[in-house]
C-alpha cells in the first residue's frame, strides 16, 4: 500500500465552483500534514499546513481526520490560476524528516 | 519567504558522464537540506537528508555512490550524479530547513537532467 494516496484527477470544474479533494496515508504515527500546489514543470510550494481542527486560509479550508488516516482540501469560488497539481504530504517524523509526498491530484479549471 | 536556489536549472549530458547539481539557501542558514527526484507523472520521492559537517542519510534503494551528496556549508549542499546513464534523467529538487525541529522546508526550483 503506498503512504500516501490521491486520486490523480484530472478534476475538470468550472470557475466559481467548489472543489474537494482527499488524501489517505497510511502510517498512523504521521505527524504532520501539507498541502503543496505544484505547477507544471515548477517546484512545490508550501499550500497550507493541516491541522487535527481544521484550517482555512482564504477560499482554501483543510482538514485532517486522523482516525480514518486521510486529509482533504476544499476550494471555493475556484479561480483559473488555481489550475495546478495538489500534492498531499505527510511528515512522519520520528527521526524521519523528509517528506513523504502523493502523485498529486491535477486541477483543472475552466472559464 | 524563504529563497532556495538550485543550479544549473537544466543538464542535458552524454551517459557515462557526472553531472553536479548545488542547492543554496540564499537568506537564511540551512541545518538540513533534503534531496528529491521526481520522473513525470509521479510523486516526488526523497533520495537522502544532509546536515551540514556530516555525512548524507540515503533511503533505501538510492546507491550513496552514485549519488554523492556534500554539505559543506550551512548554505550549500550539492548533489553530484555520477557515471550517469539515461534512467537517471529526471527532475532533482533540493529543499532546506531553517532550523532543527521546525517543518518547514523551502524548495529549490529543481533541476531537469537529461542523459543522452
Known amino acids: 500500500r503506498k503512504e500516501v494516496e490521491q486520486d490523480p484527477g484530472p478534476f475538470n470544474v468550472p470557475e466559481g465552483a467548489t472543489v474537494a479533494f482527499n488524501c489517505t496515508y497510511s502510517?498512523?504515527?504521521?505527524?504532520?500534514f501539507f498541502w503543496y500546489r505544484q505547477d507544471c514543470r515548477k517546484e512545490p510550494k508550501l499550500l497550507m499546513s493541516v491541522y487535527s481542527s481544521g484550517n482555512e486560509d482564504g477560499r482554501f479550508t483543510a482538514q485532517l481526520n486522523r482516525a480514518s488516516q486521510y486529509i482533504s482540501l476544499l476550494i471555493r469560488d475556484s479561480k483559473l490560476s488555481d489550475s495546478a497539481t495538489y500534492l498531499c504530504v505527510v511528515n512522519s517524523g520520528g527521526g524521519a524528516d523528509g517528506l513523504t509526498f502523493g502523485k498529486g491530484t491535477h486541477l483543472i479549471i475552466q472559464p | 519567504g524563504a529563497v532556495v536556489s538550485q543550479h544549473p536549472s537544466w543538464v542535458i549530458c552524454k551517459s557515462g558522464t557526472s553531472v553536479k547539481i548545488e542547492c543554496r539557501s540564499l537568506?537564511?542558514?540551512?541545518?538540513?537540506m533534503f534531496w528529491y527526484r521526481q520522473f513525470p507523472k509521479q510523486s516526488l520521492m526523497l533520495m537522502a537528508t544532509?546536515?551540514?559537517?556530516?555525512?548524507?542519510?540515503?533511503e533505501q534503494g538510492v546507491e550513496k555512490d552514485k549519488f554523492l551528496i556534500n554539505h559543506a556549508s550551512l548554505t550549500l549542499s550539492t548533489l553530484t550524479v555520477t557515471s550517469a546513464h539515461p534512467e537517471d534523467s529526471s527532475f532533482y529538487i533540493c529543499s532546506a530547513r531553517a532550523l532543527a525541529g521546525v517543518e518547514t522546508q523551502y524548495f529549490g526550483p529543481g533541476t531537469r537532467l537529461l542523459v543522452l
Open positions: 537568506d537564511f542558514q540551512a541545518t538540513t
Open positions: 544532509s546536515n551540514e559537517g556530516s555525512k548524507a542519510t540515503y
Open positions: 502510517n498512523s504515527a504521521s505527524q504532520s
